[in-house]
């Protein structure tokens, strides 16, 4: 079968191709600056403070566990993953709860006006929110509390995941919800029963993504959490002190920060990719 | 139970008739009449509630003087606030600079990104591996990332003039440097958000309809042929979409600049929404604050309405 | 591939653990009901020392104290919005006397203390007058102090003794130094001070102070006076010329930092910055690190002597009695001690005068204390309402003279700065009567 240029394998021919190795090489140089930054992080993380300022850098140290201990045990940053967590799942399973079904009748009864006005809230700038949520949640009581935190996400989550459905649903065949409908089937069973179930990767790549916006939220975790709510991003900053910034400490809170969030996209990578392409890509 | 039932029943319509006998027949043949509305209710009620009161807010303290500077009276100045805004300054220097900013970081991001899913086009060992290195970038928290490249951008500590010096060029202010601020800032955004326009548009690659490009091979054309007059126009609608997202998402970009330079040096990285900012939480000037906010949401509304416009008249 | 039945089933079951999951989170904003007060601090070595220190006060009371620290900026921040929307549930915060004081004072949202002071157990006479000013508004006192701060030049004692030179005491011999010890080429710079707009104000201010400058005089920016301007040109070309490559982005973490590596030979800033350069963890010059008193200037010695830090009641607190009996234990004497142990410098007299502690400071942070103390000027910024503006116009002033080393239109400069700062005076009603 003919090949397309662009699809020839790497083990054509035995002996070492040149031109195969010259572009394995250019592979490397174009993925090396963009885990660069991450690795020299996560070395940082266990250097001391003289050690992460110093230059010429130093490439080869004794590594410490001290920043994790600071970290975990001088900051409670157990406490701030369990709060970033549960701000997080809840905002998200919410947003899909209100989300899917939006998105499907938006997609299915052709709701344009619907979906501008609901895309029309990632307009917004973050900072125009601050003062009146603050203002009206605490009218109302509800500050102190993760209600506020996991609404003000829901209002980020919200849009992201029915504008990924939307485009998911639409590629989706009608087929089998009018053949379930001729079988006497509401539309409502049908949408639960039958395109749900098969929607498992939209809603997973929508779901991820949804979790990641929450967990590096920053602006409105700040000023709507209180020490029993505070999320990991403003953590990271209990160690920009008003005398002298732990960078060990800071880039140790960065890497536990980054982790789950890197887990989560080695265990959906498909899928968040899938997630970013829908509404670019037909088909 | 009703349930056990379900479970139990083999094809998937079986399934369905069991559970909708479950229900009251009237219950559910209301809730199909009006599913259009049932099913989008929740989800626009709440982004209604949660967005009227400070759009509202937002629009009417813009109208006002409010400042607490002055012990937080609140008067009705009308469109005084947009009037002085025009009149000053930094509002027109935040405006450049978020255009340049966004242009710059955006521009090199499409070229970029194009340039290297080009390049990645095709099945290889460790593809997986490379497109989940190229997804970090973009998964990892704003906050604790420009942290980090405070640190690589210090001039005399930093790595960034490490490797300028082992390349032999010559060293940068970077971040102190009022030339150099946006150009660097812009750095951290290319480095940030390329890998999604290489995963978009090797998606989009991949979705191409092969007949051309065979068509093309049989009448000879060279690789950089193909890829001038071939591949680049059949991407162009999705390198629009990637393109026009990401401006609108430039257009807001805050994190990273609150945390690296909040504006500086002098006012040289001030972005419109950094200028808000300062504005609201370093002046206490809200009624200007708002009325700059108002004029933020207003250039990233164009952008959007750009997006609606040019994905109309280029994919249908 | 799931089978959909079971698909559907482990989503239900999903959903339902999470709703629950959510339910308990949201039920643990729940009120307590035992007196619990809320402390907003900022992240500062005090809040680290008072933290361990909670535990005993709660036994003592049988109140619970919760902390919540703040990056400082972070802190105003918060703060701003809470007691904006007058709903605020803080009871006890850390403020910033020089930074906030006025706007908050203009706002209501300290709770007067003048009341309490005189009863024993706040030992207010403990307090300098010059520090009790800090913190006074109308006669009003607002908060409590806790720490001072003063402006010192931290220097590197081998690199001077290998050049064999005397630790400068006026502007002069601070240039002459950082030029005889500027050599860029071995990667050492001269001199380091900031040079990030409205961070740079607070240090540039007693180098304009000592060339005869001030920031307001009778309601009246006078930023632009010839002293003035001559300090602008100084600080320049000083930075300019001996100074590190992007000095004009640089606030205290980025000179802290260049000085702890070994990169720079002399510092000035605020003596509290000290714990991050003599660390041996954290910098590799730990033992080089010499303390002197501010140089002086054509117009005298002049560094600034300020409070940075107090604590205060918001007004807006629904446990006055309870949180007033916090601040008096959080800035008793004992704690006062306690921090000073732990290498802080306390605003209390009579910390500074006990032997133990004493032999405890720094060596040359304490005599620079004592020297600077009584020539001291009590503020590092303009007092003022619009504050942070008002830094941002100056700072424009300081980032234009560094980025031409003094060689600007400085006076024009300014004097556009200076007209800036007057509107600002006048719009708080603070201008000229």
């Not at chain 1, 709060?83 to 998200?92: G, I, P, R, Y």
């Not at chain 2, 030339?179 to 750095?187: D, E, Q, T, W």
């Not at chain 3, 004072?105 to 520090?131: E, T």
Request: charge should be positive; glycine fraction near 6%.
């Amino acid at each position: 079968m003919k090949k397309r240029w662009d699809q020839v394998g790497w083990n054509e021919g035995k002996r070492i191709k040149w031109k195969e190795l010259g572009w394995y090489l250019l592979v490397i140089m174009i993925t090396i600056p963009f885990i660069f930054p991450l690795i020299w992080i996560i070395a940082a993380a266990f250097k001391t403070q003289a050690q992460i300022v110093a230059s010429p850098p130093i490439w080869i140290f004794e590594p410490t566990l001290n920043n994790f201990k600071s970290v975990f045990m001088e900051q409670d940053f157990a406490r701030f993953l369990w709060n970033s967590s549960v701000v997080a799942v809840a905002s998200t399973v919410l947003s899909l709860l209100l989300g899917l079904p939006a998105a499907y009748s938006i997609s299915r009864y052709k709701q344009q006006t619907l979906g501008v006005f609901i895309l029309v809230a990632r307009l917004m700038p973050g900072i125009s929110f601050l003062m009146p949520w603050y203002i009206l949640f605490s009218k109302i009581r509800m500050v102190d509390t993760f209600s506020a935190l996991i609404a003000s996400h829901m209002l980020v989550a919200l849009p992201l995941i029915v504008w990924i459905m939307i485009n998911y649903f639409d590629g989706l065949p009608r087929e089998l919800e009018e053949s379930a409908r001729v079988d006497g089937c509401s539309i409502q069973t049908a949408f639960l029963r039958i395109l749900l179930p098969i929607s498992g990767p939209g809603i997973i790549t929508a779901t991820t993504l949804s979790f990641l916006f929450s967990w590096n939220n920053f602006m409105f975790s700040l000023v709507l959490s209180t020490h029993r709510t505070k999320t990991l991003p403003i953590a990271i900053y209990n160690f920009v002190s008003y005398a002298e910034v732990s960078w060990g400490n800071v880039m140790a809170a960065a890497v536990v920060i980054i982790t789950p969030a890197i887990i989560l996209t080695m265990i959906f990578q498909r899928y968040v990719i899938k997630g970013l392409t829908v509404g670019a890509v037909k088909g | 139970m009703k349930e056990v039932r379900l479970i139990k029943a083999a094809p998937a319509f079986t399934e369905v008739i069991t559970l909708s006998a479950k229900k009251p027949f009237r219950v559910n043949q209301l809730i199909e009449k009006n599913i259009k509305w049932l099913f989008p209710l929740p989800t626009g009620l709440f982004i209604f509630l949660m967005m009227i009161f400070p759009v509202l807010y937002t629009f009417y303290v813009s109208l006002t003087d409010w400042d607490m500077i002055s012990g937080g009276r609140i008067s009705f100045i009308g469109l005084d606030n947009y009037v002085n805004l025009l009149k000053e300054p930094r509002f027109f220097n935040s405006i450049k600079l978020t255009l340049y900013f966004t242009i710059m970081a955006v521009g090199i991001e499409v070229v970029l990104g194009v340039a290297i899913a080009l390049i990645l086009n095709r099945d290889f060992r460790g593809k997986n591996l490379v497109k989940l290195i190229l997804l970090l970038p973009m998964v990892a928290t704003p906050v604790a990332i420009g942290l980090a490249w405070t640190l690589f951008y210090e001039p005399t500590i930093g790595l960034g003039n490490y490797a300028l010096k082992l390349l032999g060029l010559p060293a940068s202010q970077w971040l102190g440097s009022s030339k150099m601020v946006i150009p660097s800032l812009a750095l951290v955004d290319i480095w940030e958000w390329t890998p999604m326009i290489t995963l978009i548009v090797l998606a989009g690659l991949a979705s191409l309809p092969q007949e051309a490009f065979e068509a093309a091979l049989v009448d000879g054309a060279t690789p950089l042929q193909i890829i001038r007059d071939v591949t680049l126009p059949l991407l162009r609608p999705t390198i629009l979409i990637a393109l026009v997202l990401r401006c609108i998402d430039a257009l807001k970009t805050f994190d990273i600049i609150y945390v690296m330079t909040t504006g500086g040096p002098g006012f040289a990285s001030e972005t419109l929404n950094i200028y808000a900012y300062n504005l609201s939480f370093n002046y206490f000037r809200f009624g200007a604050a708002s009325a700059a906010l108002v004029a933020l949401f207003t250039l990233v509304l164009a952008c959007n309405l750009l997006v609606l416009w040019m994905r109309k008249t280029y994919e249908l | 591939m799931i089978s959909k039945k079971r698909l559907s089933r482990g989503m239900f079951l999903t959903i339902f653990i999470l709703s629950l999951m959510a339910i308990i989170a949201f039920s643990i904003g729940a009120a307590p009901k035992q007196v619990t007060l809320r402390f907003v601090a900022a992240n500062h070595p005090y809040t680290d020392v008072i933290k361990p220190l909670i535990p005993e006060f709660e036994k003592k009371t049988g109140m619970k104290v919760n902390v919540e620290n703040y990056e400082e900026n972070q802190l105003t921040q918060k703060l701003t919005v809470e007691f904006t929307s007058r709903a605020s549930t803080v009871d006890v915060f850390m403020t910033r006397p020089l930074q906030e004081g006025r706007l908050f004072y203009k706002n209501g949202w300290y709770h007067k203390l003048n009341q309490y002071l005189p009863a024993a157990g706040w030992d207010w006479a403990d307090y300098p007058k010059s520090i009790v000013e800090a913190v006074t508004l109308n006669r009003e006192v607002y908060a409590i102090p806790i720490v001072t701060e003063w402006k010192t030049l931290f220097y590197r004692k081998d690199l001077f003794a290998a050049a064999n030179l005397k630790v400068p005491t006026t502007l002069e011999e601070l240039e002459a130094a950082a030029k005889k010890l500027h050599n860029p080429e071995k990667d050492m710079y001269g001199i380091v001070s900031r040079g990030q707009r409205g961070a740079a104000v607070t240090q540039f201010s007693s180098y304009l102070y000592s060339f005869g400058g001030d920031f307001i005089k009778d309601g009246k920016c006078v930023i632009d006076s010839p002293e003035a301007v001559e300090a602008f040109k100084y600080y320049g070309r000083l930075l300019h010329d001996y100074g590190p490559p992007g000095v004009t982005n640089m606030s205290w973490p980025q000179a802290q930092a260049l000085f702890a590596s070994g990169k720079v030979a002399m510092w000035t800033d605020a003596s509290v910055l000290i714990a991050g350069i003599i660390d041996p963890g954290k910098s590799v010059v730990a033992d080089q690190v010499g303390v002197a008193i501010f140089p002086a200037g054509p117009a005298g010695a002049r560094p600034f002597q300020v409070v940075p830090w107090s604590v205060a009641v918001a007004a807006q607190s629904r446990q006055k009695d309870a949180a007033l009996e916090f601040l008096k234990w959080a800035t008793s004497k004992q704690v006062a001690k306690t921090a000073q142990l732990n290498g802080l410098t306390m605003a209390r007299t009579s910390v500074w005068n006990d032997p133990e502690i004493v032999k405890q400071l720094y060596p040359g942070l304490a005599e620079s204390a004592n020297l600077t103390g009584p020539i001291a000027v009590p503020y590092d910024r303009p007092l003022m309402t619009a504050v942070g503006e008002a830094r941002d116009a100056i700072g424009e002033v300081i980032v234009k003279a560094i980025e031409t080393g003094g060689q600007a239109d400085i006076a024009s400069l300014a004097k556009i700065a200076a007209g800036k700062v007057d509107v600002l005076l006048v719009r708080a009603g603070e201008g000229p009567n």
